[in-house]
């Protein structure tokens, strides 16, 4: 669920944090710049690690802070495929089963991977299983808090950086907001509800 991941950065170190020890200075500008950040087909970064080097740190003219060249570890949320976590439903919705592990969101089980019989129950907003006995077929509905267990099947990056609208676009779709994407998700099928103690 987390890795290790070496990263390579240049960091900059305003004049008034000089006084303090630089790793020290260094480690809490690399947390500012990437803890609860995703990186680009590398996870959900989370903290700081280790820094294995430093290299000369270098003063711009017209520039009074330093830049140093780092390299360190960060500890990364990325878990492997097919790998099986715990989880709390979030909410659901015609698209699937949102669920959190209270750090990180972005995960859903799609409708065709919720256990089968199920549907969407639109007045109560949950999806329901129905579940088949020998008395009858029995409805169990999958609320919101209930902790279960999934496995990941899938992971999708979005690259979510900023880009400048074209020309065209402008013009014609000027009142229209464009829909907000999370830059890092995961796509899981149902496997069990966790058996209550």
């Known amino acids: ?7 390579v950065d240049t960091v900059r170190i305003p004049p008034w944090q000089f006084e303090r020890k ?3 200075s ?3 500008e690399l947390n500012k710049k ?20 430093l290299e000369d740190a270098y003063v711009f003219p017209g520039d009074g802070a330093s830049h140093t060249k780092v390299h360190f570890r960060y500890v990364v949320f990325h878990p492997f ?7 709390k439903i979030k909410g659901c919705s015609p698209e699937g089963v949102h669920v959190s592990l209270g750090f990180f969101d972005d995960i859903l089980i799609p409708p065709e991977s919720l256990q089968q019989p199920a549907k969407f129950d639109e007045a109560e907003q949950v999806w329901v299983w129905e579940y ?3 008395e009858g077929a029995h409805d169990l509905y999958m609320d919101t808090g209930e902790e279960i267990r999934f496995r990941v099947v899938d992971e999708s990056f979005v690259d979510t950086s900023p880009t400048g609208p074209n020309s065209a676009e402008a013009a014609s779709s000027s009142e229209e907001l464009p829909k907000k994407e999370a830059p890092y998700t995961l796509v899981a099928p149902w496997i069990e509800r966790r058996p209550r103690t």
Do not use: P, W
């Not at 990437?34 to 690690?49: P, Q, S, T």
């Not at 495929?81 to 989880?87: R, Y």
């Open 1 to 7: 669920m987390f890795v290790l991941v070496e990263m």
């Open 22 to 24: 630089l790793n020290d």
């Open 26 to 28: 260094v480690a809490e």
């Open 34 to 53: 990437l803890a609860n950040k995703v990186v680009y087909n590398v996870g959900l970064c989370i903290c700081l690690f280790d820094i294995t080097k």
């Open 81 to 87: 495929l097919d790998e099986i976590l715990i989880g």
């Open 132 to 134: 088949e006995t020998e």
